[in-house]
């Protein structure tokens, strides 16, 4: 009787292992293949759309970016790369396309301005060869800006806060864990003509990172266990973050040029335009928050 429970019972325990290693076959196959997804257009961010919804100004101001470079310093931790950096090295990109969708700038090409002048002589030649009766090619003249624009990534600070909770109960449990990342930008407006630094605004955004890993640790009888654990990982696209921190601040830059006369909108009444009130409290909050922390280091009052 012994060797016949024995024969009875080991079919069937082959044939469960035989289930869930197929099981979880088909899931580590299956899991890395990604489905059709083509490339689409960068979606919008929050300040994408406040950007969109400014109000027209008075004159478009032209604006030269040359750089806006990575001042962070900060590589990758390792295993990951150590060459590889934190933040995105595409920041004057996101910076000059910020400055065009807000409708208040007329960015000009400064970043990679000798392959202009390269392409104008160029046409130039080109146009000393054309036939006598052929019409006149005419270059015009670049567009000199008013406004500087100068800043750069100024922080990226890694783990400011992480944490996680998790729970079982009878064998079945759920854990979850959290990591928030920041990044701070830095931004400022030049006067061409003097020199004078007309504004400076400091933006920082959150990068969230989160983990969920449901668990199963059963023993199905004396000698079988069950083991089953599966993860779930969110990780927020710096990218994303560095582009939302850079719209945001041109906003700002807008309003405190507003707020400082340097520009002007094409009608007065939408300073009270929704998107503009909301960046103008913030700011607002800011130098008030500033004050109090200054008068409380020099003895005159108290941070509440």
Known sequence: MR???RFRFRPLRLAALAVALTWLGGCATSAPVAPDNP???TPPTASTRDLLNLPKPQTQIVAAVYSFRDETGQYKPAPDSAFSTSVTQGATSMLVQALRDSNWFIPVERENLQDLL????IVRAVADQQPKDAPPVVVPPLLAAAVLIEGGVLAYESNVRTGGVGARFLGIGMSAQYRVDQVTIGLRSIDTRTGAVLH?????????SYELRPTVFKFVNAKDLLEFEAGVTNNEPAQMCVQEAIEAAVIHLIVAGLNDHAWALANPKDWYNPVIQQYAKEELRARLAGSRVTASASGEGKVP
């Not at 390269?118 to 002589?121: A, C, F, I, L, V």
């Not at 400076?200 to 969230?208: A, D, G, L, R």
């Open 39 to 41: 490339a689409q257009v």
């Open 200 to 208: 400076t605004v400091s933006t920082t955004k959150t990068i969230y």
């Open 3 to 5: 060797g016949a429970s």
């Open 118 to 121: 390269t392409e104008r002589k």
